[in-house]
């Protein structure tokens, strides 16, 4: 079955370090989103891709970065982790932008102290 | 701003009766709304969802109301189960771009 795979499940790591959270999908969807979850603020939109090169800001975008070389993966990157950042981190991924769900990943807890 | 909230942050409910979970948006160009299910250590799991050409839509044991008018999304759960016990989302796909916006939730507990 196709599927949205994220990894690492937990990390923990130190202020300053630069992290990479990677999103794996088998289903070649074009549409993949990165949100975070915080208490309080629910899901919030990190950053998003339409497709192969394409990257766009969402909501909460400063501090992290990702890249699209390929249909099936869209890594996160926080360039320098600061303590703001420790959050529950979600990939998602959709056929279509209009009128179809968002298929999440389980989700990476990150924590940096 | 553009935001979806939820009107309750907890609503417990016996088994066997039918839960009502309601969502209020700002946003009226939206057109088109999901519900979500997430489960503790899981990711957000669909539910069921609704256009804004629609009033209503059913599914199995739930049904998803929308009120224009109000700006308001509600969640039905008839014969709630323990199995039902979660925190529910309502999302708005923000002008078809693909980008949702999440309310903050509803913990869902159902007593047995």
Redesign the interface.
């Known amino acids: 079955d196709a599927e949205i795979t994220q990894s690492p499940r937990h990390k923990i790591t130190e202020t300053g370090r630069q992290v990479t959270l990677a999103c794996h999908q088998t289903w070649n969807h074009n549409n993949m989103f990165w949100y975070r979850q915080d208490l309080g603020h629910g899901l919030r939109l990190i950053h998003y891709s339409y497709g192969v090169q394409d990257t766009n800001k969402g909501e909460v975008s400063d501090g992290y970065s990702v890249s699209r070389s390929n249909t099936e993966d869209l890594p996160l990157t926080l360039e320098s982790a600061a303590s703001s950042q420790t959050s529950v981190y979600f990939c998602a991924s959709s056929e279509a932008l209009q009128g179809t769900e968002a298929f999440f990943g389980q989700g990476t807890r990150l924590t940096v102290v | 701003g553009e935001n979806v909230g939820l009107h309750l942050p907890t609503l417990s409910v016996q088994e066997g009766d039918n839960s009502i979970i309601n969502c209020a948006y700002s946003n009226s160009a939206s057109d088109?709304f999901?519900w979500?299910k997430q489960e503790s250590?899981?990711?957000?799991?669909?539910i069921i969802?609704i256009?804004s050409n629609m009033d209503k839509r059913q599914g199995q044991r739930v049904t998803v109301l929308l009120n224009k008018t109000v700006k308001h999304l509600s969640l039905q759960i008839a014969a709630t189960q323990p199995g039902d016990s979660a925190v529910y989302?309502c999302?708005e796909?923000k002008n078809?771009?693909?980008?949702?916006?999440?309310?903050?939730?509803t913990t869902l507990q159902v007593k047995p």
Do not use: C, E, S, W
């Open positions: 088109y999901i979500y250590g899981k990711g957000p799991q669909f969802d256009r989302f999302a796909n078809d771009t693909g980008k949702l916006i999440f309310g903050q939730g």
